[in-house]
């Protein structure tokens, strides 16, 4: 699925949308984010050492998880909103130039609760990995 098919799924818009691809396999999203470095939020952190903020890994991770949710039955108009992250842990710097391969399987849901696993990487090195939740939300409640 490219960027447009995934804006037909997702509500993110750019410059808040930052998977490029995702395609569902075995359960699980397999999707990239290229970082060019002319993104905002590698602009000013760190200036002469650009590195992505972990928040936006922990972001780029959530696309690529609810990407997954509304490809597995989700209403169409419901938001994905997060509602926790948990065993998230940094362990290697993501830079302009890379692409972040990111991957996301379900592990469990609950009703309008789902939770997930995820990990982003570069190459072979694990840059980030975190457990998280989302309330998948209904525009009509």
Same mark, same amino acid.
């Given at each position: 699925?490219?960027?447009?098919?995934?804006?037909?799924?997702?509500?993110?818009?750019?410059? !808040?949308?930052?998977?490029?691809?995702?395609?569902? $396999?075995? @359960?699980? /999203?397999?999707?990239?984010?290229?970082?060019?470095?002319?993104?905002? *939020?590698?602009?000013?952190?760190?200036?002469?050492? +650009?590195?992505?903020?972990?928040?936006?890994?922990?972001? !780029?991770?959530?696309?690529?998880?609810?990407?997954?949710? /509304?490809?597995?039955?989700?209403?169409?108009?419901?938001?994905?909103?997060?509602?926790?992250?948990?065993?998230?842990? *940094?362990?290697? +710097? $993501?830079?302009? @130039?890379?692409?972040?391969?990111?991957?996301?399987? $379900?592990?469990?849901?609950?009703? !309008?609760?789902?939770?997930?696993?995820?990990?982003?990487? $570069?190459?072979?090195?694990?840059?980030?990995?975190?457990? !998280?939740?989302?309330?998948?939300?209904?525009?009509?409640?």
């Amino acid at each position: 699925m490219d960027r447009e098919e995934i804006e037909d799924v997702l509500p993110h818009r750019p410059p !808040m949308l930052l998977i490029d691809d995702c395609e569902l $396999v075995d @359960g699980r /999203a397999l999707g990239h984010a290229h970082v060019a470095g002319d993104e905002f *939020f590698v602009q000013g952190h760190f200036p002469g050492n +650009p590195v992505v903020p972990g928040v936006i890994l922990c972001e !780029m991770l959530a696309q690529n998880c609810c990407v997954l949710l /509304a490809q597995g039955g989700a209403p169409r108009d419901a938001t994905p909103y997060y509602t926790s992250l948990d065993k998230v842990r *940094f362990k290697h +710097p $993501v830079r302009p @130039g890379d692409t972040v391969e990111l991957t996301c399987e $379900v592990t469990r849901s609950r009703g !309008m609760f789902h939770f997930a696993h995820g990990v982003a990487k $570069v190459g072979q090195d694990v840059c980030c990995v975190a457990d !998280m939740s989302f309330a998948l939300v209904s525009e009509k409640d």
